[in-house]
């Protein structure tokens, strides 16, 4: 079972004293990809002239752009809330950056009153992701959001 608490715990001590969000981010993704197990991506999309731009990240390639309102990230955005895919071949409008993806988690992440970007979480499990997960990474994002 992962313990969520702990690497909240991690998150705080890397945003310590950290006066560049990017460095953050790389840390934070390193240390999610490292501790959730069945994982193929974790990281961030951040917003940048109206869309989603590719930030740190652990695992394969991935799209360098998404629109709003497109695939799970983008329509996460939209609608201002996290989505929870159990099988993302039935989200209509799935982005496949890797087709090995079969569930996926997806954060929404704000600053001053915005969505500056996206926590995306990616697994080749399907139904991978539970509640306890989404909560669990909620606790990340609230360190992350200050």
Known sequence: MVDY????EQAKEFAKGCDWDITLYANISALL???????????FYLMRDGELALGPFQGKTACMKIKVGKGVCGTA??????IRVDDVHQFKGHIACDSASASEIVLPIHKDGKIIGVLDIDSPIKSRFTRADEEGLLKIVNVIEG
């Open 5 to 8: 608490n702990l690497l909240a």
């Open 77 to 82: 955005v939209q609608e201002d809330r996290t």
């Open 33 to 43: 990809y490292d501790a959730l197990p069945d994982l193929n991506w974790a990281g």
